[in-house]
């Protein structure tokens, strides 16, 4: 069984930076591919950003590019997301989540393409 735990999230304003993190549990994770995902008040959950198994391939949403990063310590079995020049329309529900194929390339966009799912850390960004 996984278990993904999000934390890091809180208030910036718009221009900061904010770092969340994933916790996971369970040996096997390492060989998993990872994303993070965010829902914002009355919209669907949205793809962000993920990252392969081994973290050296990286994939990220239009809205994203070229201010969030993703990365991944399998050592500690903690993913992050590094997010620069925050807007307010970044303020979301964070999401975690676990594409339990062995040794995924990270390329996976869609929610039910991931198997395992965190509680979520709100961000939220003031104009």
């Known amino acids: 069984q996984v278990q993904l735990v999000e934390s890091g999230g809180g208030l910036v304003q718009a221009g900061g930076s904010l770092r969340v993190s994933c916790a996971a549990s369970?040996?096997?994770?390492?060989?998993?591919?990872m994303g993070w995902f965010r829902q914002a008040p009355g919209k669907e959950r949205e793809f962000v950003a993920s990252?392969?198994?081994?973290?050296?391939?990286?994939n990220y949403a239009d809205s994203v590019k070229g201010r969030f990063k993703i990365s991944r310590d399998n050592a500690k079995n903690t993913v992050f997301l590094q997010m620069n020049s925050l807007k307010p329309e970044d303020t979301a529900v964070y999401y975690c989540?676990?594409?339990?194929?062995?040794?995924?390339?990270?390329?996976?966009?869609?929610?039910?393409?991931?198997?395992?799912w965190g509680q979520g850390t709100q961000v939220t960004v003031s104009s």
């Open positions: 990252i392969s198994w081994s973290g050296l391939l990286t």
């Open positions: 989540a676990a594409d339990s194929t062995p040794y995924g390339v990270g390329s996976k966009r869609k929610l039910n393409e991931y198997d395992y």
């Open positions: 369970g040996r096997t994770v390492r060989s998993y591919a």
